[in-house]
Structures are given as structure tokens and as C-alpha cells.
């Protein structure tokens, strides 16, 4: 017996990543894109906007309009933040499920979805990275800090994000800081010469933050001991990197409870 597709609606599916996500489950037999909604590019065929591969629909403004009409079984979303509670809330109120990507969500938001999920009985995912590359980086400095407590991050994006430190360096940075059995070395009070030259604090990690055009996403996690360092960088060169993840969080999501953080309580 074939196995049932599953059926997603894409939402912010006009931006880079919403037209990558397009693509990749667009052409993935075992998906069923049945709807695509955005702000801007309404009317258009996401075909003209992810190409032959994306999906044969016209692209709708209102998300709980084409929720109602499509019956999706999840969402899949890379917009904005400032939408993700109403979001969660008109998917959880349907019982579809999310996969957020949105950067820079608040703590405060993240709690009010647990509520969510929990009081509707659908479950859903926040995912700060899903390149499985950087969820394996994360993954190694969290073994690494455990006898290595002095770390800082250094985290790279294109010109356009708007958040600083990026979810993944601040997730890394909290994993690093309940890794931790030691003390980081203490420093002495530092001379600033600039406002901010040192980073900021997280978990008691430096996290150094860099805008550029040229850049996706990058992030290196340097570790440093008596006569050592130890160099851990990730490199996602084409949104095509998130995908993988994106298609295993989109498959997993349903068999989850509650609201789940991270890629990797799919992986470990």
C-alpha cells in the first residue's frame, strides 16, 4: 500500500528560504504541498517563483483562510517573528502542526506556544538551524566544553538578518554554559576601546556577531586550554543546506508532544 503523503502548506513562501522549502518539498514524493501564502507576490504561481520544481498554486494572502480550505498536517515557515504567535495560534487552533524557522523569537513567545501545544494537543517545532552540519557543531562543543570552559563564538550572516547573536549562537552558547563542569578562566576587567569589542554575554560566553553581503551562515566555537585551542566551525554555503532538516522536521513533528526546540532532539 502506498504510503500517505504528507500535506503541507508553505507560509513565507515568497522569501529565499520559503522558495527553497518550495522546491525541496515540491519535489519530494513523499509531501503534498497543498498550499503556499505570503504577504507579497499574491496571485502568483510558486512555479515563476521556485521554478519547475516548486509546486503547480496560486500563492493566498490569508494563512487561516488557506488553512481551512487546504487541511494541511503541517506548516511549514520561514518569515518573521513578530507573526509567529498568531501563526502557532491559527495552525494549533486547526490542529495542524508547525515548523518554525523564523529567527530572533522571544523567550516569552516560545512559552506562550508550549501553551499552545499543549492545550490543543498539537505538537510543534522551533528550529534555529536545520542544517544537520550545524546541529553536529553545536553537538561537538557541548562535548568540548565539559573539559574545555574558556570558549567564545563568532557567528557570520548576510547583510540581511536582522537579529545579533543569531539563534544558533545563542543556542550554542547556552549549551556550552550547562556543559560546563569548570569555571571559565577569569579575566581581568577589560579596557574598551570600543563599545562592544568584547562581544556579548551569554551563558558566560562571548558571542561576536558579523553582517556582511556575501555571506549565509556561519559560525565558528573556539575553545581554548593550556598550550591548545580547538577550532569548531560550521559553513552553510546554500540555503539548500536547511532542507534536510527541514523535510525530517516536517515528517517527525506529528509523532512529537508539546512544542520542541532544536533539530537535535530529532537527531540524539
Avoid at 500535506?7 to 522558495?19: E, I, K, Q
Wanted: glycine fraction near 10%.
Amino acid at each position: 500500500m502506498e504510503q500517505q503523503r504528507i500535506r503541507v502548506a508553505v507560509v513565507g513562501a515568497a522569501g529565499r528560504m520559503g522558495r527553497e522549502v518550495l522546491r525541496a518539498v515540491g519535489s519530494d514524493p513523499s509531501f503534498e504541498v497543498v498550499a503556499a501564502i505570503d504577504r507579497t507576490e499574491i496571485g502568483s504561481n510558486t512555479r515563476d517563483l521556485a521554478g519547475a520544481l516548486g509546486p503547480d498554486l496560486i500563492l493566498e494572502e490569508h494563512l487561516e483562510a488557506a488553512l481551512d480550505r487546504s487541511k494541511p498536517d503541517v506548516t511549514i515557515e520561514f518569515s518573521h517573528q513578530s507573526v509567529a504567535l498568531d501563526h502557532a495560534r491559527a495552525a494549533t487552533d486547526r490542529g495542524v502542526s508547525f515548523v518554525f524557522g523564523m529567527t530572533g523569537i522571544s523567550e516569552s513567545n516560545l512559552d506562550e506556544m508550549r501553551v499552545l501545544c499543549e492545550r490543543s494537543g498539537t505538537p510543534g517545532m522551533y528550529v534555529p538551524n536545520f542544517a544537520i552540519g550545524a546541529v553536529l557543531m553545536m553537538h561537538f562543543a557541548e562535548l568540548a566544553a565539559k573539559w574545555l570552559p574558556d570558549a567564545e563564538v563568532i557567528e557570520f550572516h548576510h547583510d540581511r538578518k536582522e537579529d545579533a547573536p543569531s539563534g544558533t549562537a545563542m543556542l550554542t552558547a547556552q549549551k556550552i554554559g550547562l556543559a560546563r563542569i569548570h569555571a571559565p578562566t577569569p579575566l581581568p576587567k577589560p579596557l574598551l576601546k570600543a563599545e562592544g569589542a568584547r562581544g556579548g554575554s551569554v551563558s558566560a560566553v562571548p558571542v561576536h556577531s558579523v553582517r556582511l553581503p556575501g555571506l549565509l551562515a556561519h559560525q565558528e566555537v573556539i575553545f581554548g586550554g593550556p598550550g591548545e585551542t580547538l577550532t569548531i566551525r560550521h559553513d552553510s554555503l546554500d540555503r539548500a543546506s536547511f532542507m534536510q532538516g527541514v523535510k525530517l522536521c516536517a515528517r517527525s513533528v506529528r509523532n512529537l508532544h508539546g512544542l520542541t526546540i532544536g533539530l537535535d532532539k530529532i537527531l540524539f
